[in-house]
C-alpha cells in the first residue's frame, strides 16, 4: 500500500506539472506576453528560417520578465538611463509590425492542445489507483490496522458473538454489510439489530409463518473465506442439542446464507459482578453440563468467555457463538486459529509448551469465568495482548478468597481449572460438575 500511495502521489505532482505547462496564455498574462513576443513577427518557432534577430530579441527580452522579473527591471532601468528612453517609448516602433496569423492560434495554446491526452491519461491512471488504494483498505482490514494476523483475530473475537457485548434495547451503528438481507423480509417480521461477532452480525426476528421470536445470524461478507467459516461453524453447532447450548433452528445458504436459531435476549457480561458464590456456581455447573455433552460428542469451543453465554428470562445459561470450535470426531484442526486475551488457555497462547487445544481449554477458560463472576474481574489485569499472554503462561492468578472473603470453598476448584498445564487441570467437564455438585448440594449431570 505504501508504494502504491507513493506512486498515486507521484502521478498527480505530474499531472499538475502537464497542467500548468499546457496552460493556455490567455490564462497567464506573463505567458501570454511572452508567446505573443516570441511569436510577433516570426511566425512562431517553428519558423526559424526567418533570420529577425530584432523579433527573436523581442521574445526572449518577454520571456525574461516572466521568469526573471526583478533581473529584467534592473535591465530595463539601466537601458533607460543609457539611451534616455522611458519604458514604453518603443511601443510607435512596434506598431508597424505584422500581426501573427489569428487562425494560427499562439503557440503555447497548441501545446495545450497537444497535451491534453497526456493530461487525461495521466489523470486516468491517477483514479485507477486511487480506486485500488480504496479497494485494497476495505476488501483487508489488516492492511490496515498494522497489526499481526495473530493480534487481529483477536482484536475481532472480542466483539463477541450472538448476544456479544450488546444490550437488548440500545441502538448500535449499523457498519457496511450488516443490513438485514432484502431477501430475507419476507419471511421475517420486525427485524432489530442484536449485535454483530467475529464473522456474522445477528438480528431478532419474528417469523412470519408461526410468530416466533428467532435470532437470524448472517455474514458480514458473502466471500468465500467468510462463508467457510461460517458453514464449518454451522455443521458443528447444528448437531447440539441441550439445554445449555442456544439450539439452532435450520441452516439455509438461499437466498442468502444465513441460520436461524434460539432467541436469548441477556448475556452474562451484563449480570451484575461480583455475585453470590452460589449463584455462580450453578451457571458454572450448568455451563459444564453443555460442554459436557459437547465433548462427548467430539467438539470443543475454545471461546468461552461471558460474552459467548447467554441467559434466558429464568437464567439458564446458554453457550453459543461456536465458531472458534472444532469437531476433533470429524479431524478438524485444533490447532489455534484466534482467542480472547483475558480468557484464553496457555496452550492456546504457547502451543509448543502446552500442546493442542482439546476438552481441558474450555475447562481452563471456563475456571476464568468462574474467576470474574465471583470477584468481578477476571484473573490477570492487564493492558495489552502480549501482557496477557505473558500473565497467563507465567504467573498464578490470586486465589479468589483473598480479593473477597467468603470463598474459600471455592479457591481450590477454581485454581484446579486455571492450572498451567492441561493435565493438572479437570480432565473432564463431569468431574469438575461433580466438584460443584458437592457445594452448592445438587447432583452432577451427566451428557445424555
Given at each position: 500500500?505504501?508504494?502504491?500511495?507513493?506512486?498515486?502521489?507521484?502521478?498527480?505532482?505530474?499531472?499538475?506539472?502537464?497542467?500548468?505547462?499546457?496552460?493556455?496564455?490567455?490564462?497567464?498574462?506573463?505567458?501570454?506576453?511572452?508567446?505573443?513576443?516570441?511569436?510577433?513577427?516570426?511566425?512562431?518557432?517553428?519558423?526559424?528560417?526567418?533570420?529577425?534577430?530584432?523579433?527573436?530579441?523581442?521574445?526572449?527580452?518577454?520571456?525574461?520578465?516572466?521568469?526573471?522579473?526583478?533581473?529584467?527591471?534592473?535591465?530595463?532601468?539601466?537601458?533607460?538611463?543609457?539611451?534616455?528612453?522611458?519604458?514604453?517609448?518603443?511601443?510607435?516602433?512596434?506598431?508597424?509590425?505584422?500581426?501573427?496569423?489569428?487562425?494560427?492560434?499562439?503557440?503555447?495554446?497548441?501545446?495545450a492542445q497537444s497535451a491534453v491526452p497526456l493530461f487525461l491519461l495521466l489523470i486516468g491512471v491517477s483514479a485507477l489507483l486511487f480506486a485500488l488504494l480504496v479497494f485494497r483498505g476495505a476488501g483487508n482490514p489488516a492492511a490496515t490496522t498494522g497489526l499481526p494476523p495473530?493480534?487481529?483475530?483477536?482484536?475481532?473475537?472480542?466483539?463477541?458473538?450472538?448476544?456479544?457485548?450488546?444490550?437488548?434495547?440500545?441502538?448500535?451503528?449499523?457498519?457496511?454489510?450488516?443490513?438485514?438481507?432484502?431477501?430475507?423480509?419476507?419471511?421475517?417480521?420486525?427485524?432489530?439489530?442484536?449485535?454483530?461477532?467475529?464473522?456474522?452480525?445477528?438480528?431478532?426476528?419474528?417469523?412470519?409463518?408461526?410468530?416466533?421470536?428467532?435470532?437470524?445470524?448472517?455474514?458480514?461478507?458473502?466471500?468465500?473465506?467468510?462463508?467457510?467459516?461460517?458453514?464449518?461453524?454451522?455443521?458443528?453447532?447444528?448437531?447440539?442439542?441441550?439445554?445449555?447450548?442456544?439450539?439452532?433452528?435450520?441452516?439455509?445458504?438461499?437466498?442468502?446464507?444465513?441460520?436461524?436459531?434460539?432467541?436469548?435476549?441477556?448475556?452474562?457480561?451484563?449480570?451484575?459482578?461480583?455475585?453470590?458464590?452460589?449463584?455462580?456456581?450453578?451457571?458454572?455447573?450448568?455451563?459444564?453440563?453443555?460442554?459436557?455433552?459437547?465433548?462427548?460428542?467430539?467438539?470443543?469451543?475454545?471461546?468461552?468467555?461471558?460474552?459467548?453465554?447467554?441467559?434466558?428470562?429464568?437464567?439458564?445459561?446458554?453457550?453459543?457463538?461456536?465458531?472458534?470450535?472444532?469437531?476433533?470426531?470429524?479431524?478438524?484442526?485444533?490447532?489455534?486459529?484466534?482467542?480472547?486475551?483475558?480468557?484464553?488457555?496457555?496452550?492456546?497462547?504457547?502451543?509448543?509448551?502446552?500442546?493442542?487445544?482439546?476438552?481441558?481449554?474450555?475447562?481452563?477458560?471456563?475456571?476464568?469465568?468462574?474467576?470474574?463472576?465471583?470477584?468481578?474481574?477476571?484473573?490477570?489485569?492487564?493492558?495489552?495482548?502480549?501482557?496477557?499472554?505473558?500473565?497467563?503462561?507465567?504467573?498464578?492468578?490470586?486465589?479468589?478468597?483473598?480479593?473477597?472473603?467468603?470463598?474459600?470453598?471455592?479457591?481450590?476448584?477454581?485454581?484446579?481449572?486455571?492450572?498451567?498445564?492441561?493435565?493438572?487441570?479437570?480432565?473432564?467437564?463431569?468431574?469438575?460438575?461433580?466438584?460443584?455438585?458437592?457445594?452448592?448440594?445438587?447432583?452432577?449431570?451427566?451428557?445424555?
Open positions: 500500500m505504501r508504494y502504491i500511495t507513493l506512486i498515486l502521489v507521484a502521478l498527480i505532482l505530474a499531472c499538475m506539472a502537464v497542467s500548468v505547462h499546457a496552460a493556455p496564455p490567455e490564462t497567464n498574462p506573463g505567458l501570454q506576453k511572452a508567446a505573443g513576443a516570441v511569436g510577433h513577427g516570426s511566425g512562431g518557432p517553428f519558423h526559424a528560417d526567418r533570420n529577425d534577430t530584432a523579433d527573436a530579441f523581442t521574445g526572449a527580452s518577454a520571456l525574461n520578465t516572466v521568469l526573471n522579473p526583478g533581473q529584467q527591471k534592473k535591465a530595463d532601468r539601466e537601458s533607460e538611463a543609457a539611451s534616455g528612453t522611458p519604458e514604453g517609448g518603443d511601443q510607435a516602433s512596434d506598431s508597424g509590425k505584422k500581426t501573427p496569423d489569428p487562425s494560427q492560434g499562439p503557440p503555447a495554446s497548441r501545446d495473530d493480534a487481529r483475530k483477536v482484536e475481532a473475537r472480542e466483539e463477541g458473538g450472538y448476544g456479544g457485548e450488546t444490550v437488548l434495547g440500545t441502538v448500535i451503528p449499523v457498519r457496511p454489510g450488516e443490513a438485514f438481507p432484502a431477501s430475507l423480509r419476507d419471511k421475517y417480521l420486525d427485524v432489530g439489530y442484536i449485535g454483530r461477532g467475529g464473522i456474522a452480525s445477528v438480528f431478532r426476528a419474528q417469523r412470519k409463518t408461526d410468530g416466533a421470536i428467532v435470532a437470524v445470524k448472517v455474514p458480514l461478507r458473502f466471500d468465500e473465506a467468510t462463508g467457510t467459516c461460517f458453514l464449518q461453524e454451522m455443521r458443528i453447532w447444528e448437531g447440539l442439542v441441550h439445554p445449555n447450548i442456544v439450539q439452532v433452528y435450520s441452516v439455509n445458504i438461499l437466498p442468502v446464507p444465513y441460520v436461524e436459531m434460539e432467541y436469548v435476549g441477556q448475556s452474562l457480561q451484563q449480570e451484575e459482578q461480583p455475585m453470590p458464590g452460589m449463584k455462580a456456581a450453578r451457571i458454572i455447573a450448568d455451563i459444564a453440563g453443555g460442554l459436557a455433552y459437547a465433548h462427548a460428542r467430539g467438539v470443543i469451543h475454545r471461546d468461552i468467555k461471558p460474552h459467548n453465554i447467554l441467559l434466558t428470562a429464568d437464567g439458564v445459561p446458554k453457550i453459543t457463538d461456536w465458531g472458534m470450535g472444532a469437531s476433533l470426531s470429524e479431524g478438524m484442526d485444533a490447532d489455534t486459529r484466534g482467542f480472547s486475551p483475558a480468557y484464553a488457555a496457555p496452550e492456546q497462547i504457547s502451543p509448543d509448551g502446552y500442546g493442542k487445544t482439546d476438552a481441558r481449554t474450555d475447562i481452563y477458560q471456563l475456571g476464568s469465568v468462574f474467576y470474574e463472576l465471583v470477584t468481578g474481574r477476571p484473573p490477570f489485569l492487564c493492558g495489552s495482548p502480549g501482557e496477557y499472554a505473558t500473565a497467563i503462561c507465567e504467573e498464578r492468578p490470586i486465589p479468589p478468597s483473598r480479593l473477597r472473603p467468603g470463598l474459600e470453598a471455592f479457591d481450590p476448584i477454581i485454581l484446579r481449572c486455571l492450572e498451567k498445564d492441561p493435565g493438572d487441570r479437570y480432565q473432564s467437564a463431569v468431574d469438575l460438575q461433580s466438584d460443584l455438585a458437592s457445594i452448592t448440594g445438587t447432583a452432577a449431570g451427566m451428557p445424555d
